[in-house]
T-cell receptor
């Protein structure tokens, strides 16, 4: 296999609070993980590239202080949405790239709703 | 910048019908091209890929040929099944080995396919 999990699958939080989303590669090591955002009926937009043991690389227009990414081990990356607002409501998807491969394996996604 | 354009959906077909989902791309250099499929409630799965011009990717009866002259990578299947109902994404990837963003994917907007019995 090449299984990637995300937790939680759904989360509802109040405006102004922070929420953490975990992405785990269950049966392989991933030096690099990617975080995407998917709006309804739209494509996936890459937010940032997460490399184990170093700072994440953010795409243009993505606020790094708002979307904190930590990749502390070869099997875990976390995305923390800080001071969430309703406009942050979206479907967040992570992917993990095997250390020696260019193929990405995707998690099932996390639905975030900010009220 | 790089971009991928897919035909708009949704696409609705009867079982055993022929499927084509168009995909064109804009990119400098020589990207790798991919089709991903997302079944309801699941993550994206790689369906097929092609890494150079004239390559044909195939899997589960689906095929797509990398056409550099028309910058296209259209997805086809001769006879669809109800189980093929899903969202299909065309994507490209660029970047050299070892770069921190190696393998970064640019996606099309996705095409919803519904197959009726």
């Amino acid at each position: 296999g090449a299984v990637v999990s995300q937790h939680p699958s759904r989360v509802i939080c109040k405006s102004g609070t922070s929420v953490k989303i975990e992405c785990r590669s269950l049966d392989f090591q991933a030096t690099t993980m990617f975080w995407y955002r998917q709006f309804p009926k739209q494509s996936l937009m890459l937010m940032a590239t997460s490399n184990e043991g170093s700072k994440a690389t953010y795409e243009q227009g993505v606020e790094k202080d708002k979307f904190l990414i930590n990749h502390a081990s070869l099997t875990l990356s976390t995305l923390t949405v800080t001071s969430a607002h309703p406009e942050d409501s979206s479907f967040y998807i992570c992917s993990a790239r095997k250390t020696v491969s260019y193929e990405q394996y995707f998690g099932p996604g996390t639905r975030l709703t900010v009220t | 910048g790089d971009s991928v354009t897919q035909m708009e959906g949704p696409v609705t077909l009867s079982e055993e019908a022929f499927l084509t989902i168009n995909c064109t791309y804009t990119a400098t250099g020589y990207p790798s091209l991919f089709w991903y499929v997302q079944y309801p409630g699941e993550g994206l799965q790689l369906l097929l890929k092609a890494t150079k011009a004239d390559d044909k990717g195939s899997n589960k009866g689906f095929e797509a040929t990398y056409r550099k002259e028309t910058t296209s990578f259209h997805l086809e299947k001769g006879s669809v099944q109800v189980s093929d109902s899903a969202v299909y994404f065309c994507a490209l990837s660029k970047g050299g080995a070892g770069g921190t963003s190696y393998g970064k994917l640019t996606f099309g907007q996705g095409t919803i396919l519904t197959v009726h019995p």
